[in-house]
């Protein structure tokens, strides 16, 4: 009620006028995603600004050429256009656009390798699959095929493989923060990608934390399946921004960095078998949480190549980020209550060597992927 | 290979980009068409009528839509030979004194079609009036700033340093008014351009023109049947077709670096209106180039070469059977050729700077028998 007075007075007696200095308004407009092929390139425009954004003209590496804004007219703020450049781009190369608004001001947007677009539909999806299994779903296999030597080992070298669990959980938190807050920045300033990110990510952990803590702190086959349900949130961001990338027609290095990708989840198996070493699950509990953990990959895979925008991709990264804090607290609180002392374990040297290593794999092997 | 890629590369780009690699290694056919995008499109032109007076030459490589010429109040095809002669009369020593009157004005205009510029003017115009008197004239220019901010007319001409038109010399605050008295000398091709301080945004905003000096015959015996040709209304002269063109640019959203590039402001105004000369007639173009923040600019005929008179200050070409020329920042010529011999059609001019060109800067020249 107060709120709508206050809205009433600022539309009807405009005490705003005096600061109004005939200042061109300020525009903004980020690119979602970038489609290339045989008739041209499509570039999906999302506008943000104090007034609606004209998009008068487009120039593709420094030459104006003629387009088709769909659907046409000013965008409001928030609104979304395809732009529809028919240019004969080039294979492997790179390509600029600038959109040149009513206001003169210009928005330049880079294609830094052009590369045609998968072409949507069925065929390319299922040719997703196995793309996406082989980067989520084979490393943690083969990471949960160390199970027989997590339970050979003796107390020490329980401790040992839970703290580096810790110690990637640790590394994947910090890696799926960045990786949210970078994609995040990019969406359109709406959005508010940073405050977007922290506030979807301390949801997600809470509303997990208090998930899993109804029956007491979470042990064995629960905690496994927590820590699969982050590394698999984890993989869905993962696989959204690959799926985009993608799209996007990034360029080809070579297979080894596939596998370095998958030699890099490996250690993510090995998390999920690490509470499981006292109990003896059934295989097919084994594929339920391999499937828990690597097949987000193949979803985010389809999601990432479909219609959608950072800002998407940015909330899995930060639904995967709360959640990997969950099991990080959840793994932390089972390696202590394992002990009389508690958190004092915490200071014994198989617990700091283990994190120290779980640490050290996961950067290590994200060498191989990281340019 | 890292120059290849953005400074933007992350895991997620490697990593599709290996999948594509990848995955045609580990399923084969089924990703194999999507990775091999190596077939370079040739979109098609979906033009659909969107302007009538579009031709196949530019395909799509070309603004969209059309400048609104009457909001803007002038037309690019007419400034083309808008002479402003001023009023004449007859000073008691008998000379002809010529009198302009000039005002500075704030003014948006459309420099591409869609795009808005916040424009400083001469008269309401980009490019300003195209002044044009003879060789030892007296001229009298009234010049009245109703701008924004400090003006000044600055001739290209001979003159005293009272009238030179620079800050302390000439220069007319907002709602002042100062008068410029100087001799026409010499003949040429000149142009006029606002000199207040900073001179790069008061010449960038639009505040530029030609000046023209036409070479008195009585003057120049010797040559007096070219000297005669040169001089507007003379019988000779209008054989001639003229066309004033003032290559320029803007930057519209003041980066120092031009997003439009023209002839007389508008982008491929003389694509979509080409200017139609008659074949046996020839043609004069007195080019200006007043482009900032590129060093140079250029003009390049197509099909046929010209002679050039390099600020037109002599009666002799300066360069003769050329088909490109330069001009730097300032620096203006008569270019002179005729299409007598070659076929009916369009033939295209620009220059030869291919950004410049691809940016705007490109016109035809329609050849037909007789200017309807």
Same mark, same amino acid.
């Given at each position: 009620?107060?709120?709508?007075?206050?809205?009433?007075?600022?539309?009807?007696?405009?005490?705003?006028?005096?600061?109004?200095?005939?200042?061109?308004?300020? @525009?903004?407009?980020?690119?979602?995603?970038?489609?290339?092929?045989?008739?041209?390139?499509?570039?999906?425009?999302?506008?943000?600004?104090?007034?609606?954004?004209?998009?008068?003209?487009?120039?593709?590496?420094?030459?104006?050429?003629?387009?088709?804004?769909?659907?046409?007219?000013?965008?409001?703020?928030?609104?979304?256009?395809?732009?529809?450049?028919?240019?004969?781009?080039?294979?492997?190369?790179?390509?600029?656009? !600038?959109?040149?608004?009513?206001?003169?001001?210009?928005?330049?947007?880079?294609?830094?390798?052009?590369?045609?677009?998968?072409?949507?539909?069925?065929?390319?999806?299922?040719? &997703?699959?196995?793309?996406?299994?082989?980067?989520?779903?084979?490393?943690?296999?083969?990471?949960?095929?160390?199970?027989?030597?997590?339970?050979?080992?003796?107390?020490?070298?329980?401790?040992?493989?839970?703290?580096?669990?810790?110690?990637?959980?640790?590394?994947? =938190?910090? /890696?799926?923060?960045?990786?949210?807050?970078?994609?995040?920045?990019?969406?359109?300033?709406?959005?508010?990608?940073?405050?977007?990110?922290? =506030?979807?990510?301390?949801?997600?952990?809470?509303?997990?934390?208090?998930?899993?803590?109804?029956?007491?702190?979470?042990?064995?086959?629960?905690?496994?399946?927590?820590?699969?349900?982050?590394?698999?949130?984890?993989?869905?961001?993962?696989?959204?921004?690959?799926?985009?990338?993608?799209?996007?027609?990034?360029?080809?290095?070579?297979?080894?960095?596939?596998?370095?990708?998958?030699?890099?989840?490996?250690?993510?198996?090995?998390?999920?078998?690490?509470?499981?070493?006292?109990?003896?699950?059934?295989?097919?509990?084994?594929?339920?949480?391999?499937?828990?953990?690597?097949?987000?990959?193949?979803?985010?895979?389809?999601?990432?190549?479909?219609?959608?925008?950072?800002?998407?991709?940015?909330?899995?990264?930060?639904?995967?980020?709360?959640?990997?804090?969950?099991?990080?607290?959840?793994?932390?609180?089972?390696?202590?209550?394992?002990?009389?002392?508690?958190?004092?374990?915490?200071?014994?040297?198989?617990?700091?060597?283990?994190?120290?290593?779980?640490?050290?794999?996961?950067?290590?092997?994200?060498?191989?992927?990281?340019? | 290979?890292?120059?290849?890629?953005?400074?933007?590369?992350?895991?997620?780009?490697?990593?599709?980009?290996?999948?594509?690699?990848?995955?045609?290694?580990?399923?084969?056919?089924?990703?194999?068409?999507?990775?091999?995008?190596?077939?370079?499109?040739?979109?098609?032109?979906?033009?659909?009528?969107?302007?009538?007076?579009?031709?196949?030459?530019?395909?799509?490589?070309?603004?969209?839509?059309?400048?609104?010429?009457?909001?803007?109040?002038?037309?690019?095809?007419?400034?083309?030979?808008?002479?402003?002669?001023?009023?004449?009369?007859?000073?008691?020593?008998?000379?002809?004194?010529?009198?302009?009157?000039?005002?500075?004005?704030? !003014?948006?205009?459309?420099?591409?079609?869609?795009?808005?510029?916040?424009?400083?003017?001469?008269?309401?115009?980009?490019?300003?009036?195209?002044?044009?008197?003879?060789?030892?004239?007296?001229?009298?220019?009234?010049?009245?700033?109703?701008?924004?901010?400090?003006?000044?007319?600055?001739?290209?001409?001979?003159?005293?340093?009272?009238?030179?038109?620079?800050?302390?010399?000439? &220069?007319? $605050?907002?709602?002042?008014?100062?008068?410029? @008295?100087? /001799?026409?000398?010499?003949?040429?091709?000149?142009?006029?351009?606002?000199?207040?301080?900073?001179?790069?945004?008061?010449?960038?905003?639009?505040?530029?023109?030609?000046?023209?000096?036409?070479?008195?015959?009585?003057?120049?015996?010797?040559?007096?049947?070219?000297?005669?040709?040169?001089?507007?209304?003379?019988?000779?002269?209008?054989?001639? &077709?003229?066309?004033?063109?003032?290559?320029?640019?803007?930057?519209?959203?003041?980066?120092?670096?031009?997003?439009?590039?023209?002839?007389?402001?508008?982008?491929?105004?003389? $694509?979509?209106?080409?200017?139609?000369?008659?074949?046996?007639?020839?043609?004069?173009?007195?080019?200006?180039?007043?482009?900032?923040?590129?060093?140079?600019?250029?003009?390049?005929?197509?099909?046929?070469?010209?002679?050039?008179?390099?600020?037109?200050?002599?009666?002799?070409?300066?360069?003769?059977?050329?088909?490109?020329?330069?001009?730097? &920042?300032?620096?203006?010529?008569?270019?002179?050729?005729?299409?007598?011999?070659?076929?009916?059609?369009?033939?295209?001019?620009?220059?030869?700077?291919?950004?410049?060109?691809?940016?705007?800067?490109?016109?035809?020249?329609?050849?037909?028998?007789?200017?309807?």
């Amino acid at each position: 009620m107060g709120l709508g007075l206050a809205i009433a007075w600022l539309v009807i007696a405009d005490p705003l006028s005096p600061f109004n200095n005939g200042a061109p308004p300020i @525009e903004n407009l980020t690119v979602e995603r970038t489609v290339l092929d045989s008739d041209g390139i499509h570039l999906k425009i999302r506008a943000g600004g104090s007034e609606p954004v004209v998009i008068a003209q487009v120039q593709v590496d420094d030459a104006y050429w003629r387009f088709v804004q769909n659907p046409p007219g000013p965008l409001p703020r928030l609104a979304a256009a395809w732009l529809d450049i028919p240019y004969p781009w080039v294979h492997g190369e790179t390509h600029v656009v !600038k959109a040149v608004t009513s206001t003169g001001a210009a928005f330049t947007f880079e294609i830094p390798v052009a590369v045609a677009s998968p072409p949507g539909g069925l065929r390319p999806m299922l040719a &997703q699959v196995p793309l996406g299994a082989f980067v989520g779903i084979v490393p943690v296999v083969i990471g949960l095929a160390f199970y027989p030597l997590i339970r050979g080992t003796g107390r020490r070298g329980m401790d040992f493989v839970l703290a580096m669990t810790i110690g990637l959980l640790g590394f994947l =938190l910090v /890696d799926t923060l960045a990786e949210a807050f970078e994609t995040g920045g990019r969406s359109a300033p709406a959005f508010q990608g940073t405050a977007m990110v922290v =506030l979807v990510a301390a949801l997600s952990f809470l509303v997990l934390f208090a998930i899993g803590r109804r029956g007491g702190a979470p042990t064995g086959l629960v905690l496994a399946t927590y820590i699969a349900l982050g590394i698999g949130l984890h993989n869905l961001g993962e696989g959204m921004a690959i799926g985009a990338a993608f799209t996007a027609g990034a360029a080809g290095l070579g297979t080894f960095l596939v596998l370095g990708f998958a030699l890099h989840n490996v250690t993510e198996g090995i998390g999920i078998a690490a509470p499981l070493a006292e109990r003896r699950p059934s295989l097919i509990v084994f594929a339920g949480l391999a499937l828990l953990a690597g097949a987000p990959a193949v979803f985010g895979l389809w999601l990432g190549s479909l219609a959608y925008g950072l800002q998407w991709t940015a909330l899995a990264f930060a639904v995967g980020a709360g959640a990997i804090l969950q099991v990080i607290v959840e793994v932390g609180t089972y390696l202590a209550t394992r002990h009389e002392g508690g958190g004092a374990v915490w200071l014994s040297s198989p617990a700091i060597g283990g994190f120290a290593a779980g640490l050290a794999i996961m950067y290590v092997t994200a060498m191989l992927v990281k340019i | 290979m890292g120059g290849w890629f953005g400074s933007r590369l992350s895991r997620r780009s490697l990593v599709s980009g290996s999948i594509l690699a990848g995955g045609t290694a580990l399923v084969g056919s089924a990703a194999r068409h999507a990775a091999q995008g190596q077939t370079v499109p040739h979109p098609t032109a979906h033009d659909g009528g969107h302007d009538a007076g579009d031709h196949s030459t530019h395909g799509n490589m070309i603004t969209v839509g059309d400048v609104d010429l009457a909001r803007n109040g002038f037309d690019p095809s007419k400034l083309l030979s808008d002479w402003d002669t001023g009023a004449v009369s007859t000073l008691p020593d008998g000379r002809t004194l010529r009198s302009f009157e000039i005002t500075a004005e704030d !003014k948006a205009i459309e420099v591409a079609p869609g795009v808005s510029f916040p424009a400083w003017t001469f008269n309401g115009r980009v490019p300003g009036p195209t002044l044009r008197a003879t060789e030892g004239d007296r001229l009298r220019i009234v010049f009245r700033n109703y701008g924004s901010h400090p003006h000044t007319m600055h001739f290209h001409g001979i003159h005293s340093a009272r009238m030179d038109g620079v800050p302390g010399q000439g &220069q007319a $605050m907002p709602g002042e008014e100062f008068i410029y @008295e100087f /001799d026409a000398l010499p003949f040429g091709c000149h142009l006029y351009h606002c000199h207040a301080q900073p001179l790069k945004r008061h010449i960038h905003k639009g505040m530029y023109g030609a000046f023209i000096v036409d070479p008195d015959p009585s003057r120049h015996p010797e040559q007096e049947p070219v000297a005669r040709s040169r001089l507007l209304g003379s019988a000779e002269n209008r054989r001639w &077709q003229e066309f004033v063109m003032v290559m320029n640019g803007f930057d519209t959203n003041f980066d120092s670096e031009n997003e439009v590039y023209a002839v007389n402001t508008v982008p491929h105004h003389f $694509m979509r209106h080409p200017i139609s000369i008659e074949r046996g007639r020839p043609v004069r173009i007195y080019l200006v180039n007043v482009l900032e923040f590129d060093l140079i600019n250029s003009f390049h005929l197509h099909a046929n070469f010209f002679d050039y008179f390099d600020h037109g200050t002599t009666l002799a070409p300066t360069l003769r059977t050329v088909d490109t020329i330069m001009q730097c &920042q300032g620096q203006r010529g008569i270019i002179e050729f005729s299409y007598g011999e070659h076929e009916l059609g369009q033939y295209m001019f620009h220059a030869h700077q291919s950004e410049f060109a691809e940016l705007g800067w490109m016109g035809m020249f329609d050849v037909v028998e007789a200017v309807s």
